[in-house]
Every structure is written in C-alpha cells, then in structure tokens.
C-alpha cells in the first residue's frame, strides 16, 4: 500500500483502541475519579509509547531526531488540550450513555478543519467538507436534550450543560490533534519516527503535568491510580496503542482527514454500548450515527 494511503488503516486501528480505552477509563472512572482515570492513559501508557519507540528505531535504523524549540510548544499545548478534552469526555459520558457521550466529543471535526487552516495551512476541498458536514449534522442528531423533539432540540439544546461540555470536549480535542500534527511535522522526519517521538513526548509531559497537579492537590489520588495499576495497564496499553496510531497518522495526512475518518469511532462505541454496557439508542440517534458514517465514507474518497 503506497505510504499516501497508509493513513486510512492507520486511522481505523487507532479509532478501535479509543473505543476500547474509553470503556476501560469508564471503568476506572467510579473508583479513581475523573482526573485519576484521565492519569492512567498517560502514566500506564508511557512504558508502552517508549517500547514502541524503541521499536519503530529498531526496526527501520532511523536516528532520534533533533527536537526544535517549535516541537515542544507544540507538545505542550496540545498536551494541556488533550487532559482538559479527556477530563470533559469522562464527565460528558458519566452524565450520558456510553456512545453518546463519545459522539458529544466529535464536534471536533468541523473546529479541527478551522484550526488546522489557521494554524497550519492545512486546507481541504469541497469532498471533505461535506464529509465534515455529515459528521456535525449526525453529532447534532445525537446531541439534543429533549429526544421526542430532535429537530427543535437541534436548534435550542446547545445550553443545555451536557451540550457545552461536549462542545468544549470537541475543541479540545481539536486542538491537540492540531498541535500533535504541528509537533510532528516540526521534526521533519519520516512518518513513523515522527509519531512514535511525539507520542513519548506528550506522554512524558502529559504525565508530569497531570501527576504533578495532582501530586499538589490530591496526593490521594495519585495513590489510587498506583494501588489500580493491574485494572489500568490495559487502559494504558489502548491510550498508547490509539495515540501511536493518531499521531502515526496525521504525520501523513491532514489532521481534518484523520479526524473525520476517524469517526469510525461511534460504530465501534455503539457496538460496546450496546453489547458491554446494554445501552439502546433510539432512531433519531441511529439516523445521527448513519450520517456520522457517510461522512466518513466521504473523506475515503477524498483522493
């Protein structure tokens, strides 16, 4: 498969590890709290983000590359991003169900092709903004508070608490896969090498960040996630497993593409909703994901 294309498998893979994680941090969510089981994907996911590392330098013979002051602006920033995002989806679907609270976090797609344009250039063409278009319609269809009245709901619900969580989730969001993209393109090599590096260096700086915080304001915390580290090594093990492919992947191709493609998600989510957590959506909510779906075929015509 020529490596312009690699990012459409890469992206699938990645989709897949989230969902599984989400389920896992979900878990985990009732025992550590919201910011303890946000800890778990960084702290459990460095050892594996290093492996992988090791591996990707192993395997292909490629240097660590020299990181320029720019790739750890861009780290940082989106790192700070990606906690905040991660700490809102866990609320977001502690007060929803499972694959709903997944979906409120994918308004991010129509605010990454923004970011991404005004931050990075990236631009994207008219196929991949009705791709986008399908994504925000079918987030809309699965966000309203009131389901007996989608339609009206779609224009009045926005306020509604669970709503402004998920819209500040989604541009979280979108901007750490914007500043992941940035921070992988400011090293200026090959697309696995870039990845594995920015997936250890956001692991490491998210890890200090969130410890450190809660280190300072609640150490008892940071004690739960160490005493849970058997339930939360698989969590850790899909962060690291979705990141790799994330960042793997917008090293290659424009962060709205991944992102949009990335929806596969929802399918993914709604299967563990309903066979992990026995959750049911309604038919409003099913019409949402079958647009959520054809955006994402959209995007996978893009070329």
């Not at 020299?66 to 977001?92: H, K």
């Not at 009206?152 to 402004?164: N, P």
Request: glycine content about 8%.
């Amino acid at each position: 498969m020529p490596a312009a294309w690699l990012w459409i498998p890469i992206t699938v893979w990645a989709a897949f590890a989230q969902t599984l994680r989400n389920a896992a941090q979900r878990h985990l969510t009732a025992e550590l709290g919201t910011l303890g089981a946000t800890l778990v994907r960084f702290l459990y996911g460095l050892p594996f983000a290093l492996a992988w590392l090791w591996g990707v330098q192993a395997v292909t013979g490629l240097l660590l590359p020299a990181p320029a002051p720019a790739f750890w602006l861009w780290v940082l920033v989106a790192g700070v991003s990606q906690i905040v995002a991660t700490a809102l989806l866990l609320r977001v679907m502690a007060e929803r169900n499972f694959a709903l609270g997944v979906a409120y976090s994918k308004t991010e797609i129509i605010q990454v092709a923004v970011f991404a344009l005004v931050f990075l250039g990236d631009r994207v063409n008219s196929i991949t903004w009705l791709a986008i278009a399908c994504g925000t319609l079918g987030v809309l269809l699965l966000s309203p508070a009131d389901r007996t009245r989608p339609l009206r709901t779609m224009l009045t619900g926005w306020t509604s608490r669970t709503a402004l969580l998920g819209l500040a989730c989604g541009a979280g969001f979108a901007l750490a896969a914007v500043g992941y993209r940035g921070a992988a393109l400011a090293l200026h090599a090959e697309f696995l090498m870039a990845g594995a590096a920015t997936l250890v260096a956001a692991q490491l700086a998210q890890t200090l960040l969130l410890g450190g915080w809660l280190l300072a304001r609640n150490a008892d915390a940071v004690r739960r996630v160490l005493r849970a580290w058997r339930a939360s090594l698989f969590a850790g093990f899909m962060g690291a497993a979705a990141s790799a492919g994330w960042f793997t992947a917008m090293a290659i191709e424009p962060v709205a593409h991944v992102r949009t493609l990335g929806l596969v998600e929802l399918l993914f989510s709604y299967v563990v909703s309903r066979r992990v957590f026995r959750e049911r959506l309604s038919r409003v909510e099913l019409a949402g994901i079958a647009l959520l779906t054809l955006g994402l075929v959209f995007v996978t015509m893009e070329r």
